[in-house]
């Protein structure tokens, strides 16, 4: 952000120039300026406009569907979230999620950031070949392990089980958050370390007192994305999750809406209640999201 | 605590010896669950891809190279990987070009870039089955957008079940796939924009270079390696899609939207051909592989 002011400069020469302002520059900055915020409207309207058929649906009646498919609707009907909630059974597989998504996460980010920080900052022999192994996983598709994958989580009996998406779900995040907290602990300073040592701490209480709460912004950015990834999540519990009980919302949705093709108003509010949690993270938690994203990138 | 005597015959001091030491434990319990539930499948998948195993059989009869033959007969197979390359191009094509179009109008002095931003986004952070839920809703044959817009505007011939039909099927797909991908494509060239110089951009203007020029001889080579990196993401992306073609057409209708993850996904798991399917995947992991491997090159070569 640091060339807004740069780049606001440079516009303004582009358009208004040295030159003396003629009419006929003017109407062209203007036709300009125009068919510039066109497109971007025009973009910003292909994406909402789809979210805003799926709340506009979700609140209305079968009939009104039918007479009114793509308007708001005419009268607003709730009882379509409760129906969804209970009688789609969307209650338990929101439940379901949350059980999932917040073990996944607070393990992903302890074990990433531990191995992180020690291929950071404790030279140890083989590291950079550990490191190697880590990075190899960032190349290779969840589909190239899925199938032993299966038969592994049978073997010790975790199908059907909460921890068939836990467990798995952890070792797929470790490459990408590894990458990521190590290639921020080594941007931290050295000498903050060295103090703590001075001062007593052992290893862990260096990374654990000192580096970790330094690393506060890389690890928020990676409780988003990681949160992002669990919840929506969908081919892993495809296979490993079918049992109805324990399946999360995304795969609770899919079959819902094969189950009930007609019924569209208590689909789209099966889709709402998938679509909201993630959206209300990622407005808070903008900022985070796109940092995670964007690291690594644009290095 | 010995802080002193440095014993240096070769050997690591006490400080360094007790950091390897911190530095193989903390290691520890990220290498276990990785090596446990990642890298011995993966040399399972190997080993399934060399048996003709259905699942449930005790034994795994060993038959070489005997799947990958097939493979190479099986019209299927490049059928569902025929898609892949519609899909690898134009899925990669044009969620790029929106993007750079979006992020170039944005730099070059918008109002509201932050709200653009937010909006652009939203659709990325959406679960495949919503986005397949949304745009079955817009592909629907009598309520959905695209025919309702149709008729509006007096092209009722046009009209028609877009997914049902397999010669519109694929491409209403990747209108899908494209609508959900492009914020990613933006954000990540905002970002690289930030990191342009403006002078040689106002330099280009003085000597009378206009947008377009400007444009491609020098704002898109200093995003090189921006748009280098989303170009392989959106690759590998492309060859191992599942999720949307499965939700919304299931590989169908018959096999016109088939693709090699789908293709993989119906063998294993639904017809019970453990080893054929795992002999696929090992098509989807070559495919991802050879692409990195070529990226990474790139990408020192960019570097030089």
């Not at chain 2, 796939?177 to 060239?189: E, K, L, P, R």
């Not at chain 2, 342009?196 to 080579?221: C, K, M, Y």
Request: glycine share 8%.
């Amino acid at each position: 952000m640091q060339n807004t002011g740069a780049v606001q400069e440079w516009s303004r020469m582009d358009t208004r120039g040295p030159r003396q302002s003629t009419a006929r520059d003017k109407l062209l900055r203007y036709i300009g300026s125009s068919l510039r915020y066109a497109v971007l409207i025009f973009f910003t309207l292909v994406c909402i406009t789809p979210l805003f058929w799926v709340i506009a649906s979700s609140l209305k009646t079968t009939g009104q569907i039918a007479a009114n498919p793509l308007g708001f609707p005419t009268e607003i009907r709730w009882d379509n979230y409760i129906e969804a909630w209970t009688v789609g059974r969307f209650g338990k597989y929101f439940k379901n999620s949350v059980i999932i998504s917040v073990p996944i996460v607070t393990f992903v980010i302890l074990l990433a950031s531990l191995a992180g920080y020690g291929l950071a900052r404790l030279r140890f022999h083989g590291s950079n070949f550990v490191f190697v192994l880590f990075l190899l996983g960032l190349m290779v598709p969840f589909q190239s392990i899925m199938i032993p994958l299966f038969y592994i989580l049978k073997d010790i009996r975790f199908l059907g089980t909460y921890w068939a998406m836990i467990v798995p779900s952890i070792a797929l995040g470790m490459p990408f958050s590894i990458f990521f907290m190590r290639a921020y602990f080594s941007g931290l300073p050295q000498e903050l370390g060295d103090a703590a040592e001075i001062d007593g701490c052992n290893e862990f209480g260096v990374y654990w007192r000192v580096m970790l709460p330094l690393a506060g912004p890389a690890v928020s950015a990676l409780v988003v994305l990681q949160f992002m990834g669990a919840w929506n999540a969908f081919l892993l519990p495809l296979i490993y999750m079918q049992k109805e009980e324990i399946r999360p919302l995304v795969l609770g949705l899919m079959f819902f809406r094969s189950r009930y093709t007609q019924n569209y108003p208590l689909t789209m509010a099966g889709a709402a209640i998938v679509m909201v949690p993630i959206v209300i993270v990622y407005l808070v938690f903008q900022r985070r999201f796109v940092q995670g994203l964007t690291a690594g990138a644009v290095k | 605590m010995t802080t002193a005597a440095p014993v240096r015959r070769g050997q690591l001091s006490p400080r360094a010896k007790r950091k390897a030491i911190a530095g193989w434990i903390f290691i520890t319990p990220a290498i276990l669950i990785y090596a446990f539930f990642f890298i011995q499948p993966f040399f399972y998948s190997i080993y399934y891809s060399l048996t003709d195993w259905n699942g449930a059989d005790p034994v795994k009869q060993f038959v070489g190279l005997g799947n990958y033959i097939k493979l190479a007969g099986d019209s299927l197979l490049w059928q569902a990987l025929g898609h892949n390359l519609i899909w690898v191009i134009i899925g990669t094509v044009s969620p790029i070009a929106i993007g750079l179009l979006l992020g170039v109008l944005i730099w070059t002095g918008a109002l509201g870039r932050v709200l653009f931003r937010t909006i652009y986004f939203l659709p990325v952070i959406l679960s495949e089955v919503v986005i397949a839920i949304i745009w079955n809703w817009i592909y629907h044959p009598l309520f959905g957008a695209v025919n309702q817009i149709l008729r509006g505007i007096g092209l009722d011939h046009l009209a028609r079940g877009w997914l049902g039909d397999p010669q519109t099927a694929l491409l209403a797909l990747l209108m899908t796939a494209i609508w959900a991908y492009y914020g990613f494509c933006f954000v990540i060239i905002m970002a690289g924009l930030q990191n342009v110089d403006i002078s040689l951009v106002e330099a280009a203007t003085i000597d009378g270079a206009n947008g377009w020029q400007r444009f491609i001889h020098v704002i898109v080579p200093q995003l090189s390696h921006v748009l280098t990196m989303i170009t392989a993401f959106t690759l590998i992306g492309g060859f191992n899609v599942f999720g949307i073609v499965f939700v919304m057409t299931q590989g169908g209708p018959g096999t016109a939207t088939q693709v090699i993850a789908t293709y993989t996904y119906r063998k294993a798991f639904q017809e019970s051909q453990v080893g054929y399917g795992a002999a696929l995947s090992m098509v989807m992991t070559v495919l991802s592989l050879v692409t990195s491997y070529i990226f990474i090159r790139l990408r020192e070569r960019q570097e030089q």
